[in-house]
C-alpha cells in the first residue's frame, strides 16, 4: 500500500481542493476494491497539517489533519492544496511545510503536486527550479517574479515535470488529480471517476479562461503612462517606434523597461489588449468576425487569427461559439 499526504495549509486555503481530491482518490480506491482488482486501498490516505489540530477557514470550515507532519516519515505522494489571500502571508505560517516536502522529495522519492496557488509553497522549496510549472492566471506575473528560476507554462492546466506536477486555477486541480488517477490506479479507473464525477477529461489548456488586466503594479511611470495609453486606443495601428518617441524613450530603452514592468514586451502588450477587447466584444456583441477585427486595429485576417489563438488557444470561431450567449444557445 502507497502513502498519500494531502496538505492542510494554516491560513487561507481552498478547501475545495481538499475535499476534492480526498473525494476522488476515495473514489478510485473504492472502485477497484469493488471491482476485484485490489483487496485493500492502493493509498492510505492522510490529510497532514503543522499539527493534528483542527484547522478553521474564515470562520465557516474547519478541516480535521488526520496526521501531523511530524507522525508522517515516509509518504509517496504529496498533494499541496491550493491557498488563497495574501500570499507571503500564508507562505509565512507554514513555512514549517516546506523543508518538510524538501526532505520527503530527496530522502524519499515522493512525488509532489501542486493544486492552483500551491504552486507556491512547492516553489518555495526550490525543487522546482530548472522545472515546467503551472498555477492560476492571476497570480501568473508574480510566481514569475518572485521565482524566476522556474520555468512557468502559462496556458497549461496540468505540468508534469520529473515526479513533480502541478494545476492551473481554481477547479481545474481536478483535471490533475484524474491524471495522477490513471498514472497510479490505470486509466479505467480514471475515466470511471470521470464519468461519475462529470469532470470534463484530458483538458490540457487553460488560456480561454484568462482575463488580461494589465500589470501596473510597478513604479516606472513613464510605462504605466504608455500601458494606459494602448488601452485607451487599441483601436490604432500601434507600434512600438511611435510609443517610445511619444513617450520621448528610445526605442532600445523603451523595451528594456516596459518588459522589465510588466513582464511582456510592447508588442505582447499591444497583442494581449487588443486581444482582450476582441474577446468582451465576441461575448456580447452581435458583429461579426471580421467587424470585430477591424474594430480592435487589424485588417490581416490571418494574423488575427493567429495572434487570438495564441492568447486563448481557440480560434476566434471556436471563441465566439462557446461564450456568445446567443451562439451558445442556438
Not at 487561507?12 to 476534492?20: L, M, S, Y
Amino acid at each position: 500500500m502507497k502513502h498519500l499526504s494531502i496538505i492542510v495549509p494554516a491560513g487561507n486555503a481552498i478547501v475545495d481542493t481538499i475535499i476534492g481530491t480526498l473525494g476522488m482518490f476515495r473514489m478510485a480506491n473504492a472502485y477497484l476494491i469493488r471491482n476485484g482488482l485490489l483487496s485493500e486501498e492502493k493509498f492510505k490516505i492522510d490529510l497532514v497539517g503543522l499539527s493534528n489540530e483542527v484547522v478553521y477557514y474564515n470562520g465557516l470550515f474547519k478541516v480535521a489533519p488526520t496526521k501531523g507532519i511530524e507522525e508522517i516519515k515516509k509518504t509517496d505522494l504529496i498533494v499541496v492544496a491550493g491557498i488563497s489571500g495574501n500570499i507571503e502571508q500564508v507562505m509565512k505560517k507554514n513555512t514549517a511545510f516546506v523543508d518538510w516536502i524538501k526532505k520527503q522529495r530527496i530522502e524519499n522519492g515522493a512525488e509532489i503536486a501542486s493544486l492552483c496557488k500551491g504552486a507556491f509553497l512547492v516553489a518555495e522549496t526550490g525543487l522546482l527550479n530548472g522545472k515546467s510549472c503551472a498555477t492560476h492566471w492571476t497570480v501568473h506575473d508574480i510566481f514569475k517574479q518572485k521565482y524566476p528560476k522556474v520555468n512557468l507554462i502559462p496556458e497549461k492546466i496540468i505540468s508534469e515535470d520529473n515526479g513533480i506536477y502541478s494545476s492551473g486555477g481554481a477547479y481545474s486541480f481536478l483535471n490533475l488529480v484524474l491524471y495522477l488517477i490513471e498514472k497510479h490506479y490505470g486509466r479505467e479507473t480514471a475515466i470511471w471517476c470521470s464519468k461519475v464525477s462529470e469532470v470534463d477529461y484530458d483538458r490540457e489548456n487553460q488560456s480561454q479562461f484568462i482575463i488580461f488586466k494589465g500589470q501596473k503594479e510597478h513604479t516606472d511611470e513613464s510605462i504605466k503612462e504608455a500601458q494606459i495609453f494602448i488601452e485607451e486606443n487599441f483601436e490604432e495601428k500601434l507600434s512600438v517606434e511611435a510609443l517610445a518617441n511619444k513617450f520621448a524613450i528610445s526605442r532600445r530603452n523603451f523595451i528594456r523597461r516596459f518588459k522589465k514592468a510588466t513582464l511582456n514586451t510592447p508588442l505582447e502588450y499591444i497583442q494581449r489588449v487588443k486581444v482582450e477587447a476582441a474577446k468582451k466584444s465576441m461575448e456580447s456583441s452581435t458583429q461579426n468576425i471580421n467587424q470585430i477585427m477591424y474594430h480592435v486595429g487589424y485588417n490581416d485576417e490571418k494574423a488575427f487569427r493567429k495572434i487570438f489563438k495564441k492568447y486563448t488557444g481557440l480560434s476566434p470561431v471556436e471563441y465566439r461559439r462557446k461564450y456568445n450567449r446567443e451562439m451558445a444557445f442556438s
